[in-house]
């Protein structure tokens, strides 16, 4: 049974670009969550998709967004880069948004 | 704003050692907590979890958590630490009802001395 997967698992760009990354739910989970975690920081909560909707989001500008296919996938969308978006990016799948299972992440450096 | 701390950022124990890391959180509602744990090069697991019920919570590795409501706190505990306890714990929270996003402490790095 596979876990939470995404994609890339590293990812350089410069400023003012675009970025797109992609999260694979675990099996039987309907429901996933962004989280943008800094170095030496805990998670902080970008939004949570649940049946193709954003359903919560977090203190984050408009420059992030997302979505989530029929198939419960989802990819988070970054416009116009900032250094200070470097980080790692951690996608989180639940059942109906209750306990949440993490993958490994997609670090993101800007230049 | 909903906020969580956690005490210490930095422990280091000798194996066998007891062990505490401290969590406070923010918010005088309905809660539920969790900890979680990242173990070198490995991604976020969850560790244990209080929903309801007894405040004492087992989890898994012989760690366990204490919900003390009045103090808003939830500490982690294990009684004795092994070397592959080694490893970033991190004390979540998740408050109010229909509020589905996990507020994160800083984490705190465990280094166990062989």
């Known amino acids: ?111 | 704003a909903q906020s969580v701390s956690q005490h210490n950022h930095h422990v280091i124990l000798s194996e066998a050692a007891s062990l505490e890391l401290g969590c406070n959180y923010s918010y005088g509602g309905t809660v539920n907590l969790f900890w979680y744990v990242q173990y070198p090069g490995q991604h976020l697991q969850l560790l244990l979890k209080y929903f309801s019920g007894d405040p004492l919570v087992k989890g898994i590795k012989g760690f366990e958590a204490e919900f003390i409501k009045s103090k808003f706190s939830f500490n982690l505990r294990k009684p004795s630490v092994q070397w592959s306890d080694t490893a970033e714990y991190f004390c979540a929270v998740n408050a109010g009802d229909s509020n589905y996003q996990l507020i994160w402490g800083a984490g705190t790095k465990l280094i166990i001395k062989p």
């Open chain 1, 1 to 111: 049974d596979a876990g939470v997967t995404q994609s890339p698992t590293h990812l350089i760009k410069t400023r003012g670009q675009q970025v797109t990354l992609r999260c694979s739910p675990k099996s039987g989970h309907d429901t996933v969550s962004w989280y943008q975690q800094a170095l030496g920081q805990g998670p902080q909560f970008i939004f949570q998709y649940y049946e193709e909707e954003e359903r919560q989001r977090g203190n984050f500008p408009d420059r992030f967004s997302g979505h989530q296919f029929p198939n419960y996938s989802s990819e988070l969308n970054v416009n116009a880069l900032l250094l200070g978006d470097s980080a790692l990016y951690l996608c989180a799948s639940s059942f109906q948004g209750n306990i949440q299972y993490f993958g490994a992440g997609t670090r993101l450096s800007v230049l």
